[in-house]
């Protein structure tokens, strides 16, 4: 596909892309009891056992990557500026899916659309616009966002 030269959303992308390390093992302790949401409950002192947070986020380590959000477009979808996305180029991406995408030459993420054979990359955010994907859009699907990471306020 060739461009045409539309930009998607000035000052929307992503910003930075790294690999995924996973040859590396951290363990955390993990608590042995759920935490309430809600009121507090007694505690329980004690730790069941320790995560790997690589063994719980990363399903296809060769084929999984880190992306830094920059823009406001997702954030009704929960994805904020300066957010880490773990996106896995082995998974198909399908209608609905949250996607890493290059669209003339820029990485972005947005909601993918496949309705009638037509593609739309759509914003999680009623300030941004959807952007068509024609035969003409320089347009590739990078992978599918599979968490977001942020930090909680």
Known sequence: ??????PIVP?????AVY???????LLRPLVGSCIQAGFPSPAQDYIEH????????ISHPVATFFVRVQGLSMVNAG???????IVDRSLE??????IIAAVDGELTVKRLSIQAGCWQLLPENPEF???????DT???????????????V
């Open 1 to 6: 596909m060739q461009s045409k030269g539309v």
């Open 138 to 152: 320089d347009f590739s699907v990078w992978g599918v966002v599979t968490y977001a990471i942020h930090r909680a």
């Open 79 to 85: 994805i904020f500026p300066d957010d880490i996305l």
């Open 19 to 25: 690999t995924a390390a996973v040859d590396s093992v």
């Open 129 to 135: 616009s959807a952007f068509d994907i024609t035969e």
């Open 93 to 98: 991406p399908r209608h609905n899916s949250i």
């Open 11 to 15: 000052g929307e992308a992503v910003s």
């Open 50 to 57: 320790s995560l790997d947070l690589n063994e719980h986020l």
